[in-house]
């Protein structure tokens, strides 16, 4: 009896496999039906403008969100948009960006109704998770009367979300990579945004920077 469920069980999960598939192959041929040359395109190196530091959250697409084909965005993704000088994987996706596809922008960008930013403070322990999440519990302390004075649950969260992409890009703008690209006179920038989840609109939180500080 527990082969016969697990053999149904491989069989139901190699269709979501076999679903994701059909998929893909319906996305590649649809491409091509709109540009015929766009996979060829892509075979050569990629050289986008802008790299995107986002949340791994599934609602919060990249591409989609800024309406850019592959290749046109270069994305670097974790839980809560987070970018700590000590995180070698960040690091290494930024000195790529700036070093070598020398992007013009780098987009910190948050989301409202970020679970990590409300899973990093509302005192619950997880694990792992909450020594990544440690950052934001540093920014609702540094920010705590500003946040507390808040009564509204989701404003204050919200303002969280905020505060968290503004030290993130703090921190990008900090970091050696960048400011050896500024010293050398590449053009850059680091902007802070936070994506709606309810509107499908980010919104610039005017926190720039374009050189050493």
Same mark, same amino acid.
């Not at 920010?143 to 969260?157: G, S």
């Not at 703008?173 to 609109?201: I, N």
């Given at each position: 009896?527990?082969?016969?469920?697990?053999?149904?069980?491989?069989?139901?999960?190699?269709?979501? /496999?076999?679903?994701?598939? !059909?998929?893909? #192959?319906?996305? =590649?041929?649809?491409? +091509?039906?709109? *540009? %015929? $040359?766009?996979?060829?395109?892509?075979?050569?190196?990629?050289?986008?403008?802008? /790299?995107?530091?986002?949340? !791994?959250?599934? #609602?919060?697409? =990249?591409?989609?969100? +800024?309406?850019? *084909? %592959? $290749?046109?965005?270069?994305?670097?993704?974790?839980?809560?948009?987070?970018?700590?000088?000590?995180?070698?994987?960040?690091?290494?996706?930024?000195?790529?960006?700036?070093? +070598?596809?020398?992007?013009?922008?780098?987009?910190?960008?948050?989301?409202?109704?970020?679970?990590?930013?409300?899973?990093?403070?509302?005192?619950?322990?997880?694990?792992?998770?909450?020594?990544?999440?440690?950052?934001?519990?540093?920014?609702?302390?540094?920010?705590?009367?500003?946040?507390?004075?808040?009564?509204?649950?989701?404003?204050?969260?919200?303002?969280?979300?905020?505060?968290?992409?503004?030290?993130?890009?703090?921190?990008?703008?900090?970091?050696?990579?960048?400011?050896?690209?500024?010293?050398?006179?590449?053009?850059?920038?680091?902007?802070?945004?936070?994506?709606?989840?309810?509107?499908?609109?980010?919104?610039?939180?005017?926190?720039?920077?374009?050189?050493?500080?």
């Amino acid at each position: 009896m527990c082969c016969l469920v697990r053999r149904g069980r491989n069989r139901y999960l190699s269709g979501m /496999l076999d679903k994701l598939k !059909a998929n893909n #192959r319906a996305w =590649a041929a649809r491409m +091509v039906a709109n *540009d %015929p $040359g766009f996979f060829k395109r892509l075979e050569g190196q990629q050289a986008p403008e802008y /790299l995107w530091i986002g949340c !791994a959250d599934s #609602r919060v697409p =990249a591409n989609e969100i +800024v309406d850019l *084909d %592959p $290749g046109e965005l270069f994305v670097h993704r974790n839980v809560a948009n987070l970018a700590p000088p000590q995180d070698a994987n960040y690091l290494s996706v930024l000195q790529f960006a700036v070093d +070598v596809i020398k992007v013009k922008h780098i987009m910190v960008v948050g989301h409202y109704g970020c679970g990590g930013v409300r899973a990093a403070v509302d005192g619950q322990r997880r694990g792992l998770v909450d020594h990544w999440l440690h950052p934001i519990r540093e920014v609702y302390h540094a920010n705590q009367q500003e946040l507390e004075a808040m009564l509204d649950e989701r404003a204050r969260f919200d303002r969280l979300c905020e505060l968290n992409v503004m030290r993130q890009v703090k921190n990008v703008a900090s970091d050696v990579f960048v400011e050896d690209a500024w010293a050398r006179g590449q053009s850059l920038s680091v902007h802070g945004w936070v994506y709606s989840l309810s509107t499908g609109l980010v919104r610039d939180l005017g926190v720039t920077v374009n050189g050493p500080r």
